[in-house]
């Protein structure tokens, strides 16, 4: 079965840094697009990035472009967010997200805080 694991989260002052990781399982991770979405509590899902499966395409929005990296070691089925210049702004619950054939699996999550 699909096992997205994330992990990596914690407190940062702003400014700092953080990599997340999402550990992902049974599927084959180097054939499927992946992405990062956060979700602040009490408001919707926000889109962090896309990275497709051998990372030639990857797309971020503006709020995050130019500060966060997403990258993917398909040898070890693993994807990677590296988020620099953090904001307090960006304090959320980060999730990896992969769909197959219409359904979306979803890792648990990593709380990023940041604050003074």
């Known amino acids: 079965q699909v096992q997205l694991v994330e992990s990596g989260g914690g407190l940062v002052q702003p400014g700092g840094s953080l990599r997340l990781s999402c550990a992902a399982s049974?599927?084959?991770?180097?054939?499927?697009?992946m992405h990062w979405v956060r979700q602040v509590p009490g408001k919707g899902l926000e889109w962090v990035s896309d990275?497709?499966?051998?990372?030639?395409?990857?797309s971020y929005p503006d709020s995050v472009k130019a500060r966060f990296t997403t990258s993917r070691d398909n040898a070890k089925n693993t994807l990677y967010l590296q988020m620099n210049s953090l904001k307090p702004e960006d304090t959320a619950v980060y999730y990896c997200?992969?769909?197959?054939?219409?359904?979306?699996?979803w890792g648990q999550g990593t709380q990023v805080t940041v604050s003074s």
């Open positions: 997200n992969m769909n197959i054939r219409g359904r979306d699996y």
């Open positions: 049974g599927f084959t991770f180097s054939s499927y697009w």
């Open positions: 990275i497709s499966p051998g990372a030639e395409t990857i």
